[in-house]
Structure formats: C-alpha cells, structure tokens
C-alpha cells in the first residue's frame, strides 16, 4: 500500500507541479521571445462560428471592428446548419459577410464554411461570448510576422469573482504553461476563443470534431510546424460559470482529448509527434487524476487503518467533521463548500469524458 501511495503521489506531482516547473525553468533560460511588428499589416478575416441570437452576433462583431487594427479588416459570421438566426438579421455592417454552415452542423462545419468564405492572409478565430482588447488583433498577427509560429492564441481572461475559485487558479496556471510551451516549442492547444493562424494552412476540418482548438495546432505540429503564445492578445469572456456548467463544458473539452487521439493518432508517436513528452505530460495524464486521487486515497486509509485502528481513524474523521462544522460557524464554510464544489465537478468530469471516449461517443454538444 505504501508504494501504491508513492506512486499515485509521485504522478500527481509530476503532472501538476513538476512538468509547469520544468517547463518555467527551461522557458527563463531560453529568455522572453519579443513579437515585431511588420512593416505592412496583412490582411486579416475574423471568423465567428455561431447559433447564437442575432443581437449577440452584432455586438461581438461590433467590438471586433472598434479594434485598432491598422490593416485590412473583415469579419465572416458562419451560421450553424440549424441555426433559427437568419442571414437577413445581420445585415447592415460594412465588412461583413454572413455564410450558412455545411451539413449536419456543428461547430467544425460551421468553420469550414467560415474559412471558404474568408479572404484574409491571416484568420483569427472567436467565439460569440468573448471581448477583444483593441489592441488584440494587432498583437495576434504581430506574433505570426517573422515566421516562426503557424498559429498562435492569446490570453482568455475569465471575469472577475469576489473569491477566487478552482478554475480561476487552473486557468491561470494553464495560460502560463502554454506561454513557456510555445518559448520552447508550441504550446499544446489553443484557446478557441482568441487565435490566429495563416489561412494557406487552412485544412478542412472533419464533421463531428469537438476541439478545433487542440485539433488544428497539433495537426499544424504534426506538420513540423510550431504554436504561439501571446499574454500581449487578450479576449475577455462575459460569462461566469457555476461548478454544474463548468462540469458540461468540462465534459466536452476533455472528451475532445480522447477524440483527438482517435481521430489524429500520430500524436501518440513519440517519433512522430514532436512534442510528444509535453502532450504526454499536459493531455493525457492529467486525464489520470481522479483515478490517481483515489489510489492515493484508498492507500492513505488502509496505511492509517492498520496503524491507528480502525476506531481511532473514525474518531479522527469525527474531529474533522466538528473542524468543518466550526469553520461553517465562522464564516469559511462558504469558501470551503465552493472549493469542493468545483474539485468535485472537474474530477466527475474526467470520469464522464473517460466513459465517452472509451465508447467513442462524440456527440457531447448535444448532451
């Protein structure tokens, strides 16, 4: 029992503390990489893929022309094939184009009829929730101007909480990690919210596909080519999320994972996949996590069980739970209750994900 302890907490630090370290140390010796700006602006479509309402289509579309982008600027709205929003609704803005998404639908379709319809040199790719700082255009394209990134994302930032919760702190941690991946090679994903890429790159997308975000830049990897980082690019979303909505949104990126895997293999070669190590190390094992957490539990209490008893072990449990109960009565209660909440839901959704992909049930945006 204790090496199974070890072994759990060993692969939970390495996954979670130990690669970010390692690849923080190794991004600080290699320096910052500084994004010049070129000397003439290529030009740029931003594509939206949407079934929202028309009223929020126009006021993201507005916010993307308010930027201070010093080129040619379109933006191509891609209405889902199911879409109740009509083309006639969005009419009126000068630069933008409106297509309807291929059959069956979804969000790969949609941009595939997207990116047909774009003229840009470089597409950079939002969502319908999210805010561009005015400068987020600019930035994103200024990354792509040397040459050595196919791709790049920007910074997501999630609104502000009174409390800073569990994905707060996840997410802040995920974009420092992607920022000292891409120093060193690319960063493993992208955010689907604020990136960019050469639009000659652009290849179809296959129906069904859950993360154009992890698809597209590892397919880009796979290539020989390398992903960008930016915190200069920033996208702010609008919407908070509960522990239940993070758990679905949750559901479908990791269920991504596994679908990434079956549908694009090659990343599972080391010989293959360039960056196989950091994949290895930043998608698959996290996927781990819960199971490892309850190895490491179930080894814990079986050690302490056969230690101290198992009375003595109920009567520590007792104390805890007065413990909670007076940090209830104090106050924190709420804290605490959040905090579990979220481990809880991000953990249970590993769980679903690992049900889905093992069966290769794809269709978690219907769900």
Not at 219 to 248: H, K, M, W
Not at 345 to 360: D, F, H, W
Request: charged fraction near 20%; include cysteine; proline fraction near 6%.
């Amino acid at each position: 029992m204790t090496a199974l302890a070890t072994g759990a907490a060993l692969l939970l630090i390495l996954v979670w503390i130990g690669y970010p370290l390692l690849m923080r140390a190794l991004a600080s010796r290699l320096g910052p990489r500084v994004a010049r700006e070129p000397e003439a602006w290529p030009s740029v479509t931003v594509l939206i893929a949407s079934r929202e309402p028309a009223a929020a289509i126009l006021a993201r579309v507005d916010d993307i022309t308010a930027g201070d982008y010093p080129g040619e600027l379109r933006v191509v709205v891609a209405l889902d094939h199911a879409s109740p929003t009509g083309e006639p609704e969005l009419t009126g803005r000068p630069g933008l184009s409106v297509v309807r998404g291929d059959p069956p639908g979804g969000k790969a379709t949609n941009l595939n009829a997207g990116a047909r319809a774009a003229s840009g040199e470089i597409l950079v790719l939002t969502d319908t929730h999210q805010r561009f700082a005015p400068d987020a255009i600019r930035r994103l394209v200024a990354d792509l101007s040397d040459g050595t990134f196919a791709a790049t994302s920007g910074r997501l930032e999630l609104p502000p909480r009174g409390q800073a919760s569990l994905i707060d702190r996840y997410w802040r941690m995920e974009r420092r990690l992607r920022r000292d991946e891409a120093v060193i090679h690319s960063a493993i994903g992208v955010s689907g919210s604020i990136y960019a890429m050469r639009r000659s790159l652009w290849t179809p997308l296959p129906a069904g596909l859950i993360l154009d975000d992890l698809y597209v830049p590892m397919r880009l990897v796979l290539a020989g080519r390398r992903i960008g980082f930016t915190d200069a690019a920033r996208a702010f979303d609008t919407r908070t999320t509960e522990p239940a909505e993070e758990y679905r949104r949750k559901v479908r990126t990791l269920t991504g994972n596994f679908q990434l895997c079956a549908w694009l293999p090659a990343v599972l070669v080391p010989g293959r996949n360039p960056v196989w190590v950091q994949f290895v190390l930043h998608k698959l094992l996290r996927l781990l996590t819960p199971y490892l957490l309850v190895c490491l539990g179930a080894a814990i209490l079986a050690i302490l069980v056969g230690r101290f008893g198992l009375y003595t072990l109920v009567a520590g449990a007792g104390a805890l739970v007065l413990l909670a109960l007076a940090a209830g009565a104090a106050g924190k209660w709420r804290a605490v209750r959040n905090l579990a909440a979220w481990g809880i839901s991000l953990q249970a959704a590993i769980v679903t994900a690992t049900y889905y992909g093992l069966r290769g049930r794809w269709d978690v945006w219907r769900r």
